[in-house]
């Protein structure tokens, strides 16, 4: 079945970079346009960022525009999010959920991985 | 852009339905047939039971529907049982590549 693993958390000093990754399988990766979508502790959740089947475009939101990269290598059925000038306030659990169209986005998040958890704190 | 506006509990008994809203804008409830709905456990991450504002993914039961009217979408559950107790999280395309939740409504059985 569809599954997505991401790793890459942890803790980070305002102001540092970290890069996640999103392993997946079961599905055919290089059909469906990805996200990742983020939960700041005990609060909602905030979509991040999106990037197309083909890699060929990527969106994001408001907060993280200019400091956050969406990348994705469909040889290896992976996605990335760089994340650079990080703060406090992109404390979170960052999920990433693939579209459930394929080719183009569709507006929903039909698979979700279990999360990682980025701190950022000095 | 402004998150959509749920409310923050409901509760029923085992048996009864409830029903949850889930309100947005002209710009984006209102604009696209594109409002889905998460149920997240504790600890757990979101799942998807309804996409497109009312279809329902395979597996999941059929005593969760969703139907919209306007800028308002709603999630009903049917006939509520003890394991429909979570956090359940509306969200609608925005337009311009853009995605919005509601902040979540907390199920209590």
């Known amino acids: 079945q569809a599954q997505l693993e991401e790793s890459g958390g942890g803790v980070v000093q305002p102001g540092r970079s970290l890069r996640l990754s999103c392993a997946a399988s079961g599905f055919t990766f290089s059909d469906h346009a990805m996200h990742w979508v983020r939960q700041a502790p005990g609060k909602g959740l905030e979509w991040v960022a999106l990037i197309t089947y083909d890699g060929n475009n990527d969106f994001y939101a408001d907060s993280v525009k200019g400091r956050f990269t969406i990348s994705r290598g469909n040889s290896k059925n992976t996605l990335f999010l760089q994340m650079n000038s990080l703060r406090p306030e992109d404390t979170a659990v960052y999920y990433c959920?693939?579209?459930?169209?394929?080719?183009?986005?569709?507006?929903?998040?039909?698979?979700w991985g279990q999360g990682t958890l980025v701190t950022v704190s000095s | 852009q402004s998150a959509l506006t749920q409310p923050a509990s409901v509760s029923g008994s085992p048996g009864q339905s409830i029903t949850i809203s889930c309100t947005g804008t002209s710009g984006d409830v209102g604009s696209y047939q594109l409002v889905s709905w998460y149920q997240q456990h504790p600890g757990k991450a979101p799942k998807l039971i309804i996409y497109g504002d009312n279809k329902r993914p395979s597996g999941v039961a059929s005593r969760f529907s969703g139907s919209k009217s306007g800028n308002t979408a709603s999630l009903t559950i049917s006939g509520l049982q003890a394991e429909d107790e979570a956090h359940y999280y509306c969200c609608s395309y925005a337009g311009s590549v853009n995605w919005l939740f509601g902040g979540g409504t907390e199920v209590t059985v």
């Open positions: 959920a693939k579209d459930e169209a394929r080719g183009a986005a569709g507006g929903a998040f039909d698979i």
